[in-house]
């Protein structure tokens, strides 16, 4: 992801099934804004020299944000894009804190032996009990001590693991892997016909979409909005001229999920913003009822420890993921995966020597991971960077967060993550004082995700949203429509993808070119740079959002 690497990286796509386990190529997005002066009674400057013809449609207005009188305020570009609301993200939408699930099973430290088969017979049992009227069936809770598990833990609906605080220590054994699996391996699968959005245009932060039919729409509900992507956008966007046949190709797009809140002749109104604009010319967009099969609901981790220093030693931990090493090293070695599952979390807890940390799968939604720690991340030499927070899903939120280690991707995204997602009030710092450390979207337009309040501690920090061009799997522009507010680094790119864009306010650090800007066909136009190196007001843009949406 970064605009220094020297080495060309693995994607980060891993090995669950879903949309992104096929080859993707993708990507697309509206025109969203470039600079412009900015009305606001915070301090606010806009480089007006950041402005580029390319990321703004003919004839359109900048799309801005300004706190005014205590408030908000948002003004749309000329196709009637903006900022979105990241206050949908995590645990029920944004809409309340994780249940305190009831003890119902105990499991005591072992005696030096494998302990994971008595950890999930416990979790088996507790599964087997009738949940609750919010859906919890209990807590186990494993003792103070270590717990020697191999990467197999799978928590159902309704259980939760519950450590006793950092004294309890999952010690990972065997190959690596993700020690707890929250969530099947599932894809959306459409059920019933297609209703087609009728509307030319549905801008970034659209909450509602006009259909051909809407009649078999209820309030409640959980659709898929789908943007394909197709050969035009994929041209449109310069995806289709990466060199070493790298070039995107047409597959189902954005699957955004998304709970219906009303339905008004055939408008829907959706409880989450669209975060890449839906454009007719480019394939418009269709929506519709979904299974997906092994959805895990209300299961969390919680209040413990982990230590994977035993993975270092695989003889694949050093090697990329690639054949049959896909399944191990580094860049499987993680304390939770997140699939297909809705409504889920992970708090309280703190991991050593691993070599990734988290992963939210595309197939996840309504996750909040919060006050989690991934220090000393062992990656060795050699290898590309692996991510400690990756999101391959959407609404999820990651706060409160701490990373130490070199050569990592803290907080990132995944191929064409739907979003809105957030990452806030968290740090990073790398080991020695020279590593590298960087957050930003990953690979193939990951949109709608905001970095709030990120400080990454390193001279060779960065925040990056730029083309990636042919590096990793042919990754391209890696995110549209993402929002840095108030972080901090040594370094920052943010450009703009044609008809999208990406925004940062009160970014500290100094403004650096994309690494690839030289070899591509036309030089990618910046992003909206908005107060560079001085705060903005609010201090954050998530917590702004959340407490006007209540």
């Known amino acids: 992801m970064g605009t220094r690497r020297q080495r060309r990286e693995p994607a980060l796509e891993q090995p669950t099934k879903g949309r ?10 509206t025109a969203i804004c470039v600079a412009g002066a900015l009305a606001t009674t915070a301090v606010v400057w806009v480089q007006n020299h950041e402005r580029a013809a390319q990321a703004t449609p003919a004839g359109s207005t900048a799309a801005t944000l300004a706190l005014v009188n205590g408030k908000l305020s948002y003004t749309p570009d000329g196709l009637g894009n903006r900022i979105p609301d990241f206050s949908a993200a995590g645990y029920k939408g944004g809409d309340g804190a994780a249940p305190q699930a009831l003890v119902v099973e105990r499991v005591a430290e072992g005696k030096g032996g494998n302990d994971t088969s008595r950890i999930q017979a416990a979790i088996d049992r507790a599964a087997q009990l009738k949940p609750s009227a919010d859906g919890m ?19 159902p609906s309704g259980v939760v693991l519950r450590g006793s605080g950092t004294d309890t220590v999952l010690v990972a054994q065997g190959v690596p892997g993700s020690l707890v699996t929250i969530g099947g391996d599932g894809a959306y699968t459409r059920v019933g016909k297609r209703a087609t959005i009728t509307t030319p245009y549905v801008p970034v932060g659209a909450t509602k979409i006009t259909l051909d039919d809407a009649s078999s729409f209820k309030a409640g509900e959980q659709i898929v909005v789908q943007r394909p992507t197709t050969q035009e956008w994929i041209h449109a966007i310069g995806m289709d001229k990466i060199p070493g046949g790298e070039s995107w190709t047409p597959n189902s797009g954005i699957l955004a999920a998304r709970t219906v809140v009303a339905v008004s002749g055939n408008t829907v109104t959706l409880d989450a913003p669209i975060t890449t604009a839906i454009d007719k010319k480019y394939g418009g967009g269709t929506a519709w009822h979904y299974t997906l099969a092994g959805r895990v609901t209300n299961a969390g981790v919680e209040n413990l420890a982990a230590d994977a220093t035993a993975f270092t030693h695989d003889p694949n931990y050093g ?3 690639d054949g049959k090493n896909k399944e191990a090293g580094a860049f499987a070695s ?18 050593t020597h691993f070599g990734s940390g988290f992963y939210v799968n595309d197939n996840a939604s309504r996750v909040t991971i919060e006050r989690a720690s991934d220090l000393d991340m062992d990656v060795p ?19 409160d967060t701490t990373v130490t280690g070199d050569r990592v991707h803290a907080w990132t995204t995944q191929a064409f993550a739907a979003g809105p997602n957030v990452f806030t009030r968290s740090t990073a710092t790398s080991l020695s004082p020279g590593g590298q450390v960087d957050a930003g979207p990953h690979m193939r337009w990951g949109s709608g995700t905001l970095y709030d309040q990120l400080t990454i501690k390193s001279s060779d920090g960065a925040f990056i949203a730029a083309n990636a061009w042919d590096g990793g799997t042919g990754h391209g522009w890696q995110g ?8 901090k680094a040594a370094t920052f790119t943010i450009l703009a993808p044609p008809t999208a864009n990406n925004w940062a306010f009160g970014i500290s650090g100094k403004q650096v070119p994309g690494k690839h800007d030289d070899e591509l066909p036309t030089k990618p136009a910046p992003g909206t740079i908005v107060s560079p190196g001085k705060a903005m007001t609010p201090a954050s843009l998530y917590a702004q959002q959340t407490a006007e949406r209540n």
């Open 334 to 351: 993680r304390l939770v995966t997140v699939g297909a599952a809705r409504d889920v979390w992970v708090k309280d807890v703190r991991l």
């Open 319 to 321: 090697r990329p993921e």
């Open 20 to 29: 992104h386990s096929r080859t993707m190529s993708k990507g697309r997005i």
């Open 381 to 399: 030499d050699g290898l590309a960077p692996p991510p400690a927070f990756m999101i391959g899903g959407q609404q999820v939120l990651v706060r």
């Open 137 to 155: 069936r209990g807590a186990v809770l494993l003792g103070p001590g270590k717990f020697r598990v191999t990467a197999s833990l799978k928590l």
């Open 480 to 487: 549209a429509n993402n929002v840095f507010w108030n972080t």
